[in-house]
């Protein structure tokens, strides 16, 4: 399919065809027939052209007009003939003039003959405004029975009238209200959006028979340039028109990817830079991620590197929060709120430091004891079996009122919580599958 863009003409050669260029750009881009241009055409001439994008280059297949050329053809208008007449009254229904002041009634009349609402698209008078509060006469309610304005005027007033947004902007209103300052929805972390700046310059410096390549490689790589090149052959096998050989094709996009990859991770660099911490922890964990399998030049690696420092300061602080509030809570007496918090931790590679562990430990294993509550109990169990804590609890026993429900608990932890299968006299059951993810704390 041929999309329209705009050409500069550089030059016409001896075999009369043009060489072209991207307006303001230094080297050309491709040649075109010279019987294409519009009379009087030469070098230094930015055009409007239908091109076609393949993978052997930018094909022209025709070229518009000027724009100033177009400006002088005829402009075709529709002249209104009639009389303006300088009488301030308006003739109605051709057989006399009313005055002024008799038109606004008139209209009204007229409006509510053909079944319209006062204020709709036949009322252009001033329009009388009803209390909130104010009821309707059996008359009225008759003739908004027949308008359907009753409802209307009940639903708008009732809306209005307990604070809800009205009709005019209210999504407008809802759609802002769930958007924080950043542009995120319900306070969640922005999203990465890459800028185009490297991508742009890497795609300026290529010959015009690599520019088709480099966009598939930016879409979807190696992939995307053998699916192109397939999807070309197809549709020349159906125009009945030779196809193009794909190991040369196949040969310049590897040439091509490693410079393609390189302007495409700056660009999501630039973005997560600028980003700051507004930017979601995993995306920036993903850029530093992806640099690896790039081949960096400086550029790229001062890059890296004061990614990995925003990486680093943020995770530690993530951490350090996250042992200050399990500490707070230990230090609070509320020994299942600490466990229930370091069963959260900040990213899958943090770890509870040894002499929290240590603690939450020892203070649940005394916590669990014969004279606990079986609620307290089983409460604690809960929390325990979901801490990082759970294999080096020992429990002092169990409450001596266990019910059955208490004890199949038990029974049932005893995979994750090992001093429970001595405390119940049963085998070691075998380890429990594997836990399904945690939400990690924000």
């Known amino acids: 399919m041929a999309r329209r863009i705009e050409i500069e003409l550089s ?11 991207a307006p303001g750009a230094r080297l050309p881009r491709g040649v075109l027939a010279g019987k294409l241009l519009p009379p009087g055409a030469r070098a230094g001439d930015v055009l409007r052209a239908e091109a076609e994008f393949t993978l052997d280059g930018i094909d022209v297949v025709a070229v518009l007009a000027p724009r100033d050329a177009r400006s ?42 053909r079944g319209s609402r006062p204020g709709g698209r036949f009322d252009r008078g001033p329009r009388s405004r009803r209390p909130a509060g104010s009821e309707h006469t059996p008359s009225e309610r008759s003739d908004g029975a027949r308008t359907g304005r009753t409802a209307g005027s009940e639903r708008d007033t009732g809306a209005r009238r307990h604070g809800a947004p009205e009709r005019n902007g209210s999504h407008a209103t809802r759609s802002g209200a769930s958007r924080d300052q950043t542009g995120s929805r319900r306070g969640r972390p922005a999203r990465l959006e890459p800028a185009t700046i490297y991508r742009n310059a890497a795609l300026a410096e290529l010959r015009p028979e690599q520019l088709p390549v480099a966009e598939q490689l930016l879409r979807g790589g190696i992939p995307a340039v053998r699916q192109a090149i397939a999807e070309q052959n197809e549709r020349a096998e159906r125009e009945s028109r030779p196809g193009v050989s794909p190991e040369p094709l196949i040969a310049m996009a590897e040439e091509l990817l490693p410079r393609m990859n ?110 606990t509550e079986p609620e307290g109990w089983l409460g604690m169990l809960d ?59 924000r």
Do not use: C, Y
């Open 262 to 371: 390189l302007a495409s991770w700056k660009d999501r660099a630039i973005a997560a830079r600028d980003a700051g911490d507004a930017l979601a922890l995993r995306e920036l964990r993903f850029v530093v991620a992806g640099a690896s399998a790039v081949l960096l030049d400086d550029e790229g690696r001062e890059m890296l590197s004061a990614l990995k420092a925003r990486l680093d300061a943020r995770v530690t602080a993530l951490r350090k929060a996250w042992e200050e509030k399990i500490s707070a809570a230990i230090e609070a007496g509320d020994l299942q709120q600490a466990l229930e918090v370091s069963a959260r931790p900040p990213e899958p590679a943090a770890r509870v430091p040894a002499a929290l562990a240590v603690t939450m430990a020892t203070s649940a294993g005394e916590a669990m004891g014969p004279d």
């Open 72 to 113: 002088d053809a005829r402009v075709e208008r529709i002249e209104v003939i009639g009389h303006r007449s300088s009488d301030a009254s308006v003739t109605f229904g051709g057989s006399h003039r009313l005055p002024p002041d008799e038109r606004e009634g008139t209209h009204r009349r007229d409006a509510q003959a």
């Open 383 to 441: 929390a325990v079996v979901a801490s990082p804590v759970r294999r080096n609890v020992r429990p002092r026993g169990i409450p001596r009122d266990a019910d059955e429900r208490l004890l199949a608990a038990a029974r049932k932890a005893a995979g994750q919580v090992p001093e429970l299968a001595r405390l119940l006299g049963i085998p070691m059951p075998p380890p429990p599958g594997p836990r399904k993810p945690v939400r990690q704390a």
């Open 11 to 21: 030059g016409v050669r001896d075999d009369g065809q043009w060489t072209w260029h």
